[in-house]
């Protein structure tokens, strides 16, 4: 096992003007569990295809331990890689998937079967060695995947995606796994994903890529409580952040704001001010998350709303409230007991520590 | 999946409910298509079957009613010569020898070429494969004396005249056949997910191993079809071996049966028994190379 690391690494596809992956950093340390997350066709594939050897490099450098790989060949550079379609061979059994890159290093017979049997034992796949992928079903494919990375113990595992072929159930439970693995291997693992969720669940640390570049690294927790702009705020969490432009408004050496339309009253810490007030702005975005918003008059500091029910999503325990407030529309999560029905108009409120404010035209937070 | 029913059976069913015919009907209609259209091959086995001199008396029919007419005196003769040359035995071995390394080089070579247009990282892969495409509507008599001419320029530059040798024919069919074997062998290796060979390159293969333990035990079917096209077209050829083994004593059965037709009387026990004996080897490569025709081979690949 050994640490990745990525220097300003930049891909430019020929014949394409724009950026695929825009001078990325990051440092994985050894052991680490690392999640990069982004919508498609962010450049989150990319750089793990370049770190495995699959895309060349425009520029910039991948470290794996303290190797420079660039100009490496895929074999070389001691990875595995775990496909989004898992690409077994179909026409070899599990154990000769498993036991294929272990037979090219021409590793011994008696090693490569202890080594596949144990990786068997470990995905519970031991009674299916001899089956042909197509007998087994898709979450045994995916096992044998992450069996034939396994074997081969390289420094550091990568996985494009590996569960957005499973439904729905077998994501959940293959999740805990992977995780589990990873805690018994130790390994190192960058994991790509689009599934915010997949990311919060199981990584030490989330990267946040969106248009190539780098928005955010940094532990899942200090992803939701302090998003470093507005796109890693509304990416992060399910459902999103609700985001509501509003006036700053200067009064008796005070910071009021104002919302152009609908019902929001705000009442603002110091801190707070003194963050609007650094920055200097005429406007803000103001962000607080559907689960932080109360059914609830309040007094005091925070946000204080009115807003008309139009659509209720019953969730079992909760339901997701869509609302609107003049022409703005946010979501609320309430508990699923609360007696609402669509057209009721409601008071709803947020505490001041759940208020985000974002600059209006950066997008960055506020600090 | 392993509860499917066989893709015949469930077209067939679905055949017979769209024409509104019972499904027996279907398979005695059938059948008796099949019939008709083996009544030819019946025909020369009876005739080769029956001795010379009823060939003139009385229509082949004749042996349902006396099948003690059935003899293979006829074969017993054409192979007692064993492998004399100008003999049955002798052109079907000269058939062999033309037939089974144009297979060979055919398969081998479309495969590494096909796989080099899909697979490879040079430009342009598109705009050969275009022009390997254009190749194929090239009519082959087109090229007969060109090339001969270019076998004796070989000779006058060289001293290697392959005209009238079987390596001459073996050539001229190898490149007669790579247009269609590489435009099949491409299109089908096209199928075969990117992933699978990335997943090789990563787990230590070089281009080599990738192709032959990756992409070429996926491509038999594709590799068997070519193979069969390729043998029986080669088989049958006639014209090209005329042109290019002027003058060579062993002939291949096409020449060997079309020598036996034109003399005023022909010998029309020796032109049916021998087509016998061609027909065999044919069905013989067709039946081994079939079990590789296996439905969705790539299966459990992805996803």
Excluded at chain 1, 42 to 70: F, H, P, Q, Y
Excluded at chain 1, 242 to 247: A, E, G, S
Excluded at chain 2, 72 to 78: D, G, L, Q, V
Excluded at chain 2, 123 to 147: E, H, K, N, S, T
Aim: with cysteine.
């Amino acid at each position: 096992m050994s640490s990745v690391s990525l220097k300003e690494l930049t891909k430019q596809y020929a014949g394409n003007g724009a950026l695929s992956l825009d001078s990325v950093s990051l440092d994985v340390a050894h052991g680490e569990f690392i999640c990069l997350v982004g919508p498609s066709g962010c450049g989150k594939t990319t750089a793990l295809r370049m770190i495995a050897g699959l895309e060349s490099v425009t520029s910039g450098e991948i470290e794996i331990g303290d190797r420079v790989v660039n100009d490496l060949a895929p074999r070389d550079r001691d990875i595995a890689l775990v496909f989004q379609s898992y690409a077994l061979y179909p026409h070899m059994t599990v154990f000769d998937n498993m036991s294929f890159g272990l037979k090219l290093r021409k590793v011994p017979k008696d090693e490569i079967k202890v080594a596949v049997t144990d990786a068997a034992r470990i995905l519970d796949l031991e009674q299916y060695l001899d089956r042909k992928p197509a007998q087994l079903s898709g979450g045994q494919r995916q096992r044998v995947a992450l069996g034939r990375a396994i074997v081969r113990n390289p420094a550091a595992f990568l996985m494009d995606e590996p569960l957005s072929n499973l439904d729905a159930k077998l994501r959940v439970q293959t999740r805990a796994e992977i995780a589990r693995l990873h805690h018994r291997l130790g390994a190192t693992m960058i994991y790509v994903t689009h599934d915010q969720v997949e990311a919060m669940t199981m990584a030490d640390r989330i990267a946040v890529i969106n248009l190539g570049k780098l928005e955010q690294v940094g532990s899942p927790r200090e992803l939701y409580d302090r998003p470093a702009n507005q796109f890693v705020a509304g990416f992060i969490g399910s459902p999103s952040m609700n985001f509501v432009p509003m006036h700053v408004d200067s009064v008796d050496g005070g910071i009021r704001l104002v919302s152009g339309e609908g019902d929001l009253d705000i009442t603002l810490d110091d801190n707070e001010m003194d963050m609007i007030r650094r920055a200097g702005v005429s406007d803000v975005v103001l962000g607080v998350r559907p689960e932080h918003i109360d059914h609830r008059e309040r007094t005091g500091l925070g946000l204080q709303l009115r807003a008309s029910v139009d659509v209720i999503e019953f969730l079992g325990n909760d339901e997701h409230v869509h609302l609107s407030s003049g022409s703005h529309e946010l979501v609320a999560i309430v508990d699923a007991r609360t007696p609402l029905t669509i057209g009721d108009s409601l008071t709803l409120s947020a505490s001041s520590d759940a208020i985000h404010l974002f600059h209006p035209e950066s997008g960055e937070a506020l600090k | 999946m392993s509860k499917e029913t066989p893709v015949g059976e469930r077209k067939g069913a679905k055949l017979a409910k769209r024409l509104h015919v019972p499904k027996f009907a279907l398979n005695v209609i059938l059948g008796l298509v099949a019939v008709f259209w083996l009544v030819p091959t019946i025909s020369l086995l009876v005739i080769s079957l029956r001795p010379e001199s009823l060939f003139g008396q009385s229509g082949w029919w004749k042996v349902f009613t006396a099948p003690s007419q059935l003899t293979f005196h006829n074969y017993a003769t054409i192979f007692s010569q064993g492998f004399a040359t100008g003999g049955v035995l002798d052109s079907l071995v000269t058939s062999l020898e033309i037939t089974i390394p144009v297979t060979i080089l055919v398969a081998l070579i479309s495969s590494l070429a096909a796989y080099s247009l899909v697979f490879g990282f040079w430009r342009g892969r598109d705009m050969i494969f275009l022009v390997i495409v254009g190749l194929m509507v090239v009519p082959l008599q087109v090229a007969l004396i060109p090339v001969v001419q270019f076998y004796r320029e070989l000779g006058n530059l060289f001293g290697l005249n392959p005209y009238g040798t079987i390596p001459g024919v073996i050539i001229f069919h190898v490149a007669f056949g790579l247009p269609f074997g590489i435009f099949l062998m491409r299109n089908f290796l096209s199928g075969i997910p990117k992933d699978l060979l990335e997943a090789g390159r990563i787990e230590g293969a070089g281009e080599w191993k990738i192709f032959y333990r990756i992409v070429l035990p996926l491509a038999l079917p594709a590799i068997a079809s070519l193979a069969i096209f390729q043998f029986i077209w080669v088989w049958n050829d006639l014209l090209v071996a005329l042109v290019f083994l002027g003058g060579n004593v062993h002939t291949p059965l096409t020449i060997f049966l079309y020598d036996q037709t034109r003399s005023l009387a022909a010998n029309y026990w020796i032109v049916s028994t021998g087509a016998v004996v061609s027909i065999f080897v044919p069905l013989v490569v067709f039946f081994s190379f079939q079990r590789y025709f296996v439905r969705g081979v790539l299966a459990g690949a992805v996803k």
